[in-house]
């Protein structure tokens, strides 16, 4: 996920580190000492509400004063008008990425809420600055000069006054002032909209209790995470607390054998956060008054307009095309989970219903792994500590990428947001002599109250040039909701798990690669959005290798590297049930365009369009009930991701061309390893990616190996 202030980037998209008692350490260096001191200290994190609230407004004031300044440069050129806006630009990102971070990972609730007032501050002006009709008029003088002299114009420059350009241009500042005002004032509602559905989603607090009998499947070392109370109806009964986080929720949903007790969570949790749904309606709603006032005929239409797809019709021939190709190998996955849940009930439960539904569906997923190819899924994470897991992962991004992770364990040189952030220093080792530092990364990896819920990577600082010879170096941070240790053992990762990590590590590394002299040029922000999760989609598959797999393994207990037999199993299990697993994406996809091609939202009822399209498209049975996964479905909310979900399945096809082109053979090929750094990443969006693409492909991109990986080509 992306938001945009002030055209800067703040990365954020798709869900917190006790000390460990069985763990290496992080870094495989074995003398740190012999690297210089970073030439840049990491960002200080020491924000009071009050600090917050005050450089909020001096932004306001600076920006304001600085736009009002350019528009009276009376002749704008390069020189006088946008250089200094580019400087400006650069400089202002990564202080408001910090003050509208906060609200996303800080403990402390005034923090937070600080966070958030700044964040609708900022959003506000930045809505009333990119409606500036002086200031467009500006750039409209400078494109017209820069384009009759396009060969002399360095190009970082004359992309930034194309792009400046057109994005005006897009948010109707060739309108009349009547329409423009309309424009800011429906802008304006959709952020504070946007704001507030994520603020809920992140302050949430619910759970749903069960009886020690109720969770019977569960194991012990899954219960002892929970919270418990006791009951009010029984003093003598304890319940176990089930809050929504990702480490409570799924294990529920995979392991508890009772159907009811499986309904029940899976019900309590798509329904969580109710009122997002009026949020949700009115935002759509205000999203279709923007696009026509803006000459669309859909919300979708005019957000695709600098995405690789253009428009809503090929988004939807390449949804439409995958879901056709699909339901025939689902149907076939589906009959046999069904089938499993008929056995079950003949065996155990003669008066319980056979039908499967939609809550039934992580159970037998993972008992179908587990009784056909003796993947247990809890046993394998035995093998991955937290703590070792990231120190194998990090030996292999050093390989592939030439760089160097070292952590910041000396508490005086750490500055975090959290105890229990990790800081990390990044070296480029192109030249082993003379490593040259890359930028910081944090990892903010446990749940806890108020805390973003998901898995993403927020950029924080974008990398850019201060001057012709120092640069600033970028600064991003993993978040995500892995179980925390116990006094018992430490934060044992499952392979799903793996899986996020080398995912959001992937956006992480093409925020510290970036080599533009431009922030906006630099980093996941700055590629098209149907693109930008390709780089990390490609890493996924390291996370499938035997050899890998066996590398960052170690038992948490002995050391031991995990048995060839289990990762063999494991590795069997990749595409098991993958239609199905696909078409579960088609269904979010396909709502998202759904309700953002419609032109009657006045008769939509969003409940029952979630609803049928899940049981159309991923051919499993709502069982009768309605339930409103939307209220928690945050991509739909953000301004990259709306009408863009699709991406990440249009964003596959590049991702697996580019490992069966470059890596299935050789995955840890630092040769290939360090052109794809260099040519898809470092360069950002200051080329266009096709020709980025075919340059490390050496062909054209083609969708051949996504549709084998998908069963659907030989």
């Not at 949430?204 to 009998?213: P, V």
């Not at 991701?641 to 596959?652: H, T």
């Amino acid at each position: 996920m992306e938001m945009r202030l002030l055209l800067c980037k703040n990365w954020f998209a798709s869900p917190v580190i006790s000390p460990l008692l069985y763990t290496r350490s992080l870094y495989s260096m074995a003398n740190t000492t012999s690297f210089p001191i970073a030439p840049q200290a990491p960002p200080n994190w020491s924000f009071t509400p009050s600090d917050i609230s005050g450089k909020t407004n001096e932004i306001i004031n600076n920006s304001n004063n600085f736009y009002d300044s350019m528009s009276k440069v009376e002749s704008p050129s390069v020189s006088n008008f946008v250089e200094p806006f580019m400087k400006f630009e650069n400089e202002l990102g990564p202080i408001i990425n910090q003050l509208t971070f906060l609200q996303h990972v800080s403990s402390d609730k005034e923090i937070r809420d600080a966070s958030v007032n700044s964040s609708m501050k900022l959003d506000e002006l930045n809505i009333d600055l990119s409606l500036r009709h002086d200031i467009f008029l500006q750039f409209a003088r400078v494109w017209q000069d820069v384009q009759s002299k396009a060969d002399s114009v360095e190009r970082e420059t004359f992309k930034y006054v194309e792009k400046s350009y057109k994005d005006y241009i897009h948010s109707g500042l060739e309108l009349d002032e009547g329409n423009r005002l309309k424009i800011k004032e429906i802008k304006k509602k959709i952020s504070v909209n946007s704001i507030n559905f994520s603020k809920n989603l992140g302050e949430q607090k619910e759970y749903i209790t069960f009886t020690k009998e109720q969770l019977e499947g569960v194991p012990d070392s899954i219960l002892t995470q929970f919270e418990t109370i006791k009951s009010d109806k029984d003093s003598n009964e304890t319940l176990y607390k089930v809050t929504f986080k990702y480490p409570d929720i799924f294990p529920v949903m995979k392991l508890a054998s009772s159907a009811q007790t499986r309904k029940q969570a899976f019900l309590a949790d798509q329904n969580k956060v109710p009122e997002n749904e009026a949020i949700l309606l009115d935002t759509l709603k205000l999203r279709d008054e923007l696009a026509s006032l803006l000459g669309y005929d859909t919300y979708a239409n005019y957000n695709l307009y600098d995405k690789m797809a253009k428009d809503s019709t090929t988004v939807m021939n390449f949804l439409n095309d995958l879901k056709d190709k699909l339901i025939p190998l689902g149907r076939k996955e589906l009959q046999v989970l069904q089938d499993m849940k008929a056995e079950d009930v003949k065996k155990l439960n003669q008066g319980a219903d056979p039908n499967y539904y939609i809550w039934d569906h992580r159970y037998y997923d993972n008992k179908y792994l587990l009784e056909n190819f003796n993947v247990d899924l809890e046993k394998i994470s035995e093998y991955f500590p937290l703590e070792a897991t990231i120190t194998g992962m990090l030996e292999i991004y050093e390989t592939l990428f030439n760089l160097k992770f070292i952590e910041t364990k000396d508490s005086q040189n750490k500055s975090v947001w959290h105890d229990d952030v990790k800081q990390i220093a990044v070296w480029n080792m192109d030249d082993p002599k003379s490593p040259n530092f890359v930028g910081w990364i944090y990892f903010d990896l446990h749940p806890r109250d108020g805390k973003y819920g998901h898995a993403a990577n927020f950029g924080l600082s974008s990398s850019f040039m201060i001057d012709d010879t120092t640069r600033s170096y970028p600064v991003t941070a993993l978040v995500c909701n892995f179980s925390k240790s116990t006094k018992d053992k430490p934060s044992l990762l499952k392979h799903n798990e793996i899986v996020t990590f080398f995912h959001e590590l992937g956006h992480g590394i093409h925020d510290l690669v970036g080599q533009n002299k431009e922030s906006r040029f630099n980093g996941p922000g700055s590629v098209p959005w149907d693109f930008v999760e390709a780089p990390s989609q490609m890493l996924e598959f390291w996370t499938w290798n035997k050899n890998e797999l066996i590398n960052l393994s170690s038992h948490y207990k002995t050391g031991e590297k995990i048995p060839e037999s289990l990762i063999n199993s494991l590795i069997k299990t990749k595409h098991v049930n993958g239609a199905l697993f696909t078409l579960r994406q088609l269904h979010f996809g396909l709502f998202d365009m759904k309700v953002h091609t419609c032109k009657d939202l006045q008769n939509l009822s969003i409940c029952d369009t979630w609803n049928q399209l899940r049981q159309d498209i991923s051919l499993i049975s709502n069982g009768g009930t309605l339930s409103k996964g939307y209220d928690s479905f945050g991509h739909i909310m953000s301004d990259s991701y709306s009408a863009g979900y699709y991406g990440y399945l249009w964003a596959e096809v590049f991702a697996t061309d580019m490992y069966h082109t470059k890596f299935a053979k050789d995955p840890l090929n630092a040769k290939n390893g360090i052109q794809y750094r260099d040519i898809v990443l470092a360069r950002g969006g200051l080329y266009d990616i096709n020709d980025n693409l075919k340059e490390f492909l050496g062909r054209e991109p083609s969708k051949d190996a996504f549709l084998k990986e998908l069963g659907l080509q030989n």
